[in-house]
C-alpha cells in the first residue's frame, strides 16, 4: 500500500500523521488523509497541449433522459434521469432513500440494467422489501458489498444502465486506512465512482445518510461532486416526505417532489395542497393560508403563530419551517410600523405538516399569523395569502403570481389577498378573464401597506 499523507482543508499545510488540529493555521477536524501516490504522479507529470473548440461548433446532443417510473422523482430530476449524469440523494436515516432507489430502480431495469449496491442490508433484506413494495425485476442486480475496487471492477465488466450505491458512507477504498463514514474514505470514494461512471456512461445515484455528528462525513462533503443534489425531507411523525433539488445541473434546482409513505412504499401526491391543509382547523385565530411557489410548483400551506407573553428578559423567537432570523425582522416591522408592542411576547411560527419555506413572499403569511394570534381574531377561513414586506411595511411584488392565483382558486378559496403590483399583473393577463368565466368566484383583494393588509384580512 502505499503511504499517505495528511492534508489540512482549511489552509493547505501537510502532515506526516492525522491530527485533531491543524498546527498551521489552529482549525479543528480539518485534516484528511490523501494517498500521495496521486499527488506525486499529478505534480511529477509534464502536460500536454491541450485542443480548444469554438464555441459556436461544440455538437450538443441532448441525452434522451430515462423515467425512473416514479412520476415525482422525475420532476424533481427536471424530467427524468440523465445517462451519465451523478445524483446524490441525501437525508436523514430511516426517511426512505432506500425504499425510493428501489422503487425507482425496478423500474429502470427495465431500460437497460440496473447494478443496486447495497452496503448496509443483505440482498435477502432488500428482496423482502422488494417484495412488499412491488419493486422486483429480472434485470435488477444487487449486491452486498462495501470494497470499492471489487465494486467498480464488477461495474464495469457487467456495464449496466444504472448504478445505484447505497450508502456512500458504507463504502471503503483499500487505498486509505481511514474508517468507513470518514471524510476522506467517502470522498474518495465517491471520486473514484463519479470518474467511472462520466467513463463508462452509466447514471449514478449515491445515497447518503445526513449526519448531525460531524465525525462522519455527510453529503455535503459530495455536493460539489456530483450532477444533482437531491434532499429528502419531512419529520418521522408525519407520513409524508419532501424530495428536494437543491443543486440540478439539468434542470431547475429548487423543484420539489411530495410523497406519501405507505405500507406498500411511497406514493407520489399530485395535488401536495390538499395534503398540506388537510388538518387545518377554520376560523381559529393565528392561522393563515400561505400560497407559495416550491421551484415551479405552487403549494399552499398553513403558517401558524402562537403570540404568548414571556417570562424570559428577552422575548422568544422560534420558528418551525421558516427562517428564524426572517421572523425576527418581520416582529421588529410589526412593532414599529403597526405599534403592536411585541417586545412583551414570545413568538412561535410554524408551517404546519412539515413543509420548509424559504422564500420571502411568506412574509405577510407570516405577519397576519402573528398579528391574528395576537389580537385573538381570526382570517377569515376561505382567503389565502401571499406578499413580500418590506421593512418600511410595503408590500412588495413577488414572482409567479398567475401560478399561485390559479392553485388558490383551483383549492376553492374565494378570497386572495395579494401585492398590488402584482394583481395588476393578475388583471391585464388573461389568468383574470378566465377565472371570470370558470365560475370559481376568486376575488383578489389587492394591498400596497401591510395595515392596508390589516385592513382587509382583520378589520
Ligand atoms: P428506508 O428506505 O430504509 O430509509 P433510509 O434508506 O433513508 O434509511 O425507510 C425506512 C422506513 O420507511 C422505515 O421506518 C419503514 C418505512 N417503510 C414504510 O413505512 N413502508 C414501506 O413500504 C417501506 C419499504 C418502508
Ligand atoms: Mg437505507
Avoid at 417570562?311 to 421572523?327: A, C, F, Q, W
Amino acid at each position: 500500500m502505499s503511504k499517505s499523507i495528511f492534508v489540512c482543508q482549511n489552509c493547505g499545510a501537510e502532515h506526516r500523521k492525522w491530527a485533531g488540529q491543524c498546527l498551521d493555521c489552529s482549525e479543528w477536524n480539518c485534516i484528511v488523509e490523501q494517498n500521495d501516490a496521486a499527488i506525486t504522479a499529478r505534480v511529477g507529470s509534464k502536460g500536454k497541449v491541450l485542443n480548444s473548440s469554438s464555441i459556436t461548433e461544440i455538437s450538443t446532443k441532448e441525452s434522451p433522459r430515462r423515467n425512473t417510473g416514479v412520476e415525482e422523482l422525475n420532476r424533481v430530476l427536471g424530467g427524468g434521469l440523465v445517462p451519465g449524469s451523478a445524483v446524490l440523494i441525501g437525508g436523514d436515516p430511516g426517511i426512505g432513500k432506500s425504499t425510493l432507489l428501489l422503487q425507482a430502480s425496478s423500474h429502470l431495469a427495465a431500460l437497460g440494467g440496473i447494478l443496486y449496491i447495497t452496503g448496509e442490508e443483505s440482498v435477502s433484506q432488500v428482496k423482502m422489501r422488494g417484495e412488499r413494495i412491488d419493486a422486483l425485476h429480472q434485470d435488477l442486480m444487487l449486491i452486498s458489498a462495501s470494497e470499492l475496487e471489487s465494486i467498480m471492477a464488477t461495474i464495469s465488466k457487467q456495464r449496466p444502465a444504472a448504478v445505484v450505491i447505497d450508502s456512500i458512507q458504507t463504502m471503503v477504498t483499500n487505498r486509505l486506512t481511514s474508517a468507513p463514514g470518514t471524510v476522506s474514505q467517502v470522498r474518495d470514494c465517491a471520486a473514484a465512482l463519479i470518474q467511472q461512471a462520466k467513463q463508462l456512461g452509466h447514471a449514478l445515484i449515491l445515497a447518503g445518510h445526513v449526519t448531525k455528528d460531524g465525525s462522519i462525513a455527510g453529503p455535503r462533503v459530495l455536493e460539489h461532486m456530483v450532477d444533482a443534489v437531491l434532499y429528502f425531507e419531512g419529520d418521522k411523525g408525519h407520513t409524508h416526505r419532501i424530495l428536494r433539488a437543491v443543486k440540478n445541473r439539468f434542470g431547475p434546482a429548487g423543484e420539489i417532489g411530495v410523497f406519501e409513505m405507505s405500507d406498500r412504499g411511497l406514493i407520489g401526491i399530485r395535488d401536495a395542497s390538499k395534503l398540506f391543509l388537510a388538518e387545518r382547523a377554520h376560523d381559529v385565530p393565528g392561522s393563515t393560508v400561505l400560497a407559495c411557489m416550491e421551484g415551479t410548483r405552487p403549494l399552499l400551506v398553513e403558517v401558524q403563530a402562537l403570540v404568548a407573553p414571556t417570562v424570559y428578559s428577552t422575548p422568544k423567537r422560534s420558528s418551525v419551517g421558516l427562517d428564524i432570523n426572517r421572523i425576527a425582522m418581520l416582529a421588529a416591522v410589526l412593532e414599529r410600523r403597526i405599534g403592536i408592542p411585541l417586545g412583551q411576547y414570545d413568538i412561535y411560527v410554524n408551517v404546519a405538516g412539515g413543509a420548509r419555506i424559504s422564500e420571502p413572499a411568506a412574509d405577510l403569511a407570516v405577519l397576519l399569523a402573528i398579528i391574528s394570534a395576537y389580537q385573538e381574531k381570526p382570517l377569515p377561513s376561505d382567503m389565502a395569502l401571499f406578499g413580500e414586506v418590506g421593512l418600511t411595511g410595503e408590500i412588495r411584488p413577488v414572482g409567479n403570481p398567475e401560478a399561485r392565483v390559479r392553485e388558490a382558486a383551483s383549492l376553492g378559496f374565494s378570497k386572495l389577498l395579494l401585492p398590488r403590483e402584482n394583481e395588476t399583473r393578475v388583471q391585464e393577463s388573461n389568468l383574470a378573464v378566465t377565472l371570470r368565466k370558470s365560475a370559481v368566484g376568486l376575488t383578489c383583494l389587492p394591498a400596497k401597506h401591510l395595515s392596508e393588509a390589516v385592513q382587509i384580512a382583520l378589520g
